[in-house]
């Protein structure tokens, strides 16, 4: 079965960078739809990215225009490249997956911390 594991979280200053990764094993060849959501203390997760199979982006409106979801299908990995980071965006930062035949996925999740 497949296993998401989320790398790539921790500290940076408001308008800093980071990137995610998460790396499907053994393989991405069932993912149909794969994505990043966050979840901040007392808040609803929220989708901030997502790609399907087919090549089809959808972005959270909090993040569309300083995020970029991409994957590397050769190595099996879906990263989210994060940019002009605020300190409300603050969470657990989460992969997720729709898998054929084995249904939905979570990661274990990456923190990630914006300093003011």
């Known amino acids: 079965q497949v296993q998401l594991a989320e790398s790539g979280g921790g500290l940076v200053e408001a308008g800093g960078s980071l990137r995610l990764s998460c790396a499907a094993s053994?393989?991405?060849?069932?993912?149909?739809?794969w994505g990043w959501y966050r979840q901040a203390p007392g808040k609803q997760r929220e989708l901030l990215a997502q790609?399907?199979?087919?090549?089809?982006?959808t972005y959270g409106d909090s993040v569309q225009g300083r995020f970029n979801i991409s994957k590397d299908n050769a190595k099996h990995t879906l990263y989210l490249e994060m940019n002009s980071l605020k300190p409300e965006n603050t969470g657990d930062y989460l992969c997720?997956?729709?898998?054929?035949?084995?249904?939905?996925?979570w990661g274990q999740g990456t923190p990630v911390t914006v300093s003011s």
């Open positions: 053994p393989h991405a060849y069932t993912i149909t739809i």
């Open positions: 790609v399907t199979r087919g090549g089809r982006v």
């Open positions: 997720y997956a729709t898998v054929a035949y084995q249904g939905e996925l």
